[in-house]
């Protein structure tokens, strides 16, 4: 690969932590964050972050905007797949019955998955469908804030 290439690269994956940062999401890069924040009680939505474009036109805004609602999960964090791989590699671990996917959403309760929004529930899709699947999930699964 070019320099440019790889500078081009590093862009895109820093303007991608940088959103989903400034959508409230707290970045966990190693398995040790991960293992710490998944074993906490209540629910956590994990998003696996990537550089595709459905990550970028769709999940990342979708991520963004489904928080504003009246439930919503206690914990908001963020993997980074092709990135972070060790950390995504444990989060993974923990979504059993999901085959890897990303980018996609994992609700979590107790250290436990509860549901997915899988790349295939994303890419092709709308904003608004994602985070209307989203919100139904934290209609059920989340307390108000």
């Keep these: 690969m070019s320099m440019?290439?790889?500078?081009f690269m590093n862009d895109v994956v820093r303007q991608a932590r940088e959103e989903i940062e400034a959508a409230?999401?707290?970045?966990?890069?190693?398995?040790?964050?991960v293992e710490a924040t998944l074993e906490k009680e209540g629910t956590t939505l994990v998003m696996v972050n990537?550089?595709?474009?459905?990550?970028?036109?769709?999940?990342?805004?979708a991520a963004s905007h489904a928080i504003h609602y009246d439930k919503?999960?206690?914990?908001?964090v963020t993997v980074f797949a092709g990135q972070d791989k060790e950390a995504t590699a444990k989060a993974r671990s923990?979504?059993?019955?999901?085959?890897?996917?990303?980018?996609?959403?994992a609700l979590m309760k107790d250290g436990k998955?509860?549901?997915?929004?899988?790349?295939?529930?994303?890419?092709?899709?709308d904003p608004m469908s994602v985070i209307a699947n989203l919100q139904s999930l934290f209609e059920?699964?989340?307390k108000e804030v």
Excluded: K, W
């Design 50 to 61: 990537s550089v595709c474009g459905c990550a970028g036109g769709i999940a990342r805004p």
């Design 24 to 33: 409230g999401y707290e970045q966990l890069t190693t398995p040790e964050e």
């Design 113 to 125: 998955i509860i549901s997915m929004v899988e790349r295939h529930e994303i890419e092709g899709h």
């Design 72 to 76: 919503r999960p206690d914990r908001l």
């Design 94 to 105: 923990y979504f059993e019955g999901y085959p890897p996917s990303s980018p996609s959403f």
């Design 140 to 142: 059920v699964h989340c």
């Design 4 to 7: 440019d290439f790889n500078i």
